[in-house]
């Protein structure tokens, strides 16, 4: 797999080049689904310096051109990931948290028909499949 550049991705979308955007981008890339405390973690071990509100702000701004994807799965914190404008769903383990990618099964947008849009011009439906990862099932109770 190739290295993405991740400086002509910013360019790409007209945003400026700087060195937290490029290690929060390079974070994300590398830890896909990570929590915002991990992506500081990550990106500090690219760039010591950056500060916690530098990478706040790097993920608002590059969630905002469509760089990132942020996911919310009930119950947990937003977390991040570098895969965008595919219509993929994710995977949630009920038990330990971890979150997978799953493709769409029907490929188009939006993937799924409202019985009633009420007046809605749907364009997008967000997918997260819920239950037990592997590792999680193969545990002795």
């Not at 383990?93 to 939006?110: L, N, T």
Request: proline content about 6%; glycine content about 4%.
């Amino acid at each position: 797999m190739t290295t993405p550049d991740f400086q002509q991705q910013l360019r790409d979308v007209a945003l400026r080049v700087t060195r937290p955007r490029l290690a929060v981008l390079e974070a994300v890339h590398d830890h896909p689904h990570a929590d915002t405390e991990r992506l500081i973690s990550a990106a500090r071990a690219l760039l010591p310096e950056v500060s916690h509100q530098a990478v706040y702000d790097s993920l608002h701004t590059l969630t905002q051109a469509g760089l990132v994807r942020s996911i919310k799965p009930a119950g947990s914190v937003a977390r991040y990931e570098t895969r965008t404008g595919d219509n993929h769903h994710h995977v949630v383990c009920r038990s330990c948290g971890v979150i997978a990618d799953v493709d769409c099964a029907v490929g188009h947008v939006p993937c799924l028909t409202a019985s009633d849009p009420h007046g809605f011009v749907i364009d997008e439906a967000e997918v997260i499949y819920w239950g037990l990862c592997p590792d999680c099932t193969s545990r002795p109770l």
